[in-house]
């Protein structure tokens, strides 16, 4: 049998494949356009979904004996209404972290990934269940919490590696401890 005349898990040729979801997810991008959903207008606009917006903290993010203190907080990092947090930290020796949904009333469960951005962009990413993220707090004025991440992988972003399911050739899985911690900027008194 020819590469190209094997069956795809979607069923088809690439050709068809591509026929058919490409609809599919036009049709859902559409619909949620249309619905308001909040997710269009991230990170600016807040069409009523906003609880909170968060300007100060830090997290750690600890890979075997390396240590690394994000000490800064992303302006659009905020808590929406039904979708849950969206809380970025970061410092300037190219380390992040996100933090997404998990929040009460929220449609996603509480999702990390670090992120290491050299010369190169890399992520390794929970969405496949890897970090036991626990949340002290998560609400409107304070997202608080830990997490034990094992068999994390480093995607490289550039290479677009996560969106074929690869990993950064040559890079072990590894393990991480993380604690994080964000609040609303407090107006001076």
């Known amino acids: 049998m020819l590469r190209d005349e094997r069956p795809f898990a979607l069923g088809g040729s690439p050709h068809m494949r591509r026929r058919t979801v490409a609809p599919l997810l036009a049709g859902l991008a559409l619909s949620l356009a249309l619905s308001g959903c909040a997710l269009f207008d991230y990170p600016e606009d807040d069409f009523g979904g906003v609880v909170s917006r968060y300007a100060t903290g830090s997290a750690t993010v ?3 004996t390396e240590r690394h203190v994000l000490d800064q907080v992303a302006p659009s990092s905020q808590l929406m209404a039904g979708f849950g ?3 970025y930290w970061f410092n300037d020796d190219g380390w992040g972290l996100r933090l997404t949904g998990g929040t009460a009333g929220s449609m996603l469960p509480a999702m990390l990934s670090v992120d290491w951005v050299r010369t190169t962009y890399w992520s390794a990413s929970d969405y496949g269940g890897q970090c036991n993220v626990k949340l002290d707090q998560a609400d409107a004025k ?3 919490g830990t997490a034990t991440c094992t068999g994390l992988r480093w995607s490289d972003m550039l290479r677009g590696d996560v969106f074929d399911g690869g990993y950064v ?3 072990a899985p590894f393990d991480a401890t993380i604690e994080f911690e964000a ?3 407090v107006p001076a008194a």
């Open 169 to 171: 050739e040559g890079e």
């Open 85 to 87: 947090a969206e809380v």
């Open 142 to 144: 304070l997202v608080k």
């Open 183 to 185: 609040a609303p900027k």
């Open 62 to 64: 600890t890979i075997g």
